[in-house]
T-cell receptor
């Protein structure tokens, strides 16, 4: 167990609806990453936080996607006006400056119908 | 641009046989390479990284900059090695930066 939890584990939504996912790393994780994984593919980077600052965003993160980490602890990823192409596993990973490793959570599986 | 290619989506070997999971990369700068593993119903976890030069669970991987490869090897496969394996790359010395993953290889070790 990496100590990184994600909620919910599964989400089914209808096209056009908004969804929000939450990631809770352990308190030592000053770094936080979001990745997206579609079927048959490896994880793809979405965004990276150092404490509360969002330092890097992928071009995959369209304007329908927004991520926050307001107090440098938990993070949320919101998708507005969901599309069927958003169906994927959304992975969160925590890390520290010391260990330099990314510790992955169990993921949130999103299905857009 | 960074790119990681794992040419085999599926690999099946018998217990005790050698196994090699291939990984090739393209990157204009100096890369740092990793292997991640995901066992059934478990989360993605780091298996090994090229800078540590460790052997983890009998697996080794050598970075070959000339061939731009980072193949994962084990001389005698075990049934518990059955899992999904991902090769990943990031910019060397940029510990906070993104990982770029390959598509993964599903390894099955048959009894």
């Amino acid at each position: 167990d990496t100590g990184v939890s994600q909620d919910p584990r599964h989400k089914i939504t209808k096209r056009g609806q908004n969804v929000t996912f939450r990631c809770d790393p352990i308190s030592e994780h000053n770094r936080l990453y979001w990745y997206r994984q579609t079927l048959g593919q490896g994880p793809e980077f979405l965004t990276y936080f150092q404490n509360e600052a969002q330092l890097e965003k992928s071009r995959l993160l369209s304007d329908r996607f927004s991520a926050e980490r307001p107090k440098g602890s938990f993070s949320t990823l919101e998708i507005q006006r969901t599309e069927q192409g958003d169906s994927a596993m959304y992975l969160c990973a925590g890390g520290t400056d010391v260990s330099d490793e990314q510790y992955f959570g169990p993921g949130t599986r999103l299905t857009v119908t | 641009a960074q790119r990681v290619t794992q040419p085999e989506k599926l690999l099946s070997v018998f217990k005790g046989a050698p196994v090699e999971l291939k990984c090739n990369y393209s990157y204009s700068g100096s890369p740092e390479l990793f292997w991640y593993v995901q066992y059934s119903r478990q989360r993605l976890q780091l298996l090994l990284r090229h800078i540590s030069r460790e052997s983890i669970k009998g697996f080794t991987a050598d970075l070959n900059k000339g061939e731009t490869s980072f193949h994962l090897k084990k001389p005698f496969a075990q049934e518990e090695d059955s899992a999904m394996y991902y090769c990943a790359l990031r910019r060397f010395g940029a510990s906070g930066s993104r990982l770029t993953f390959g598509e993964g290889t599903q390894l099955t070790v048959n009894p």
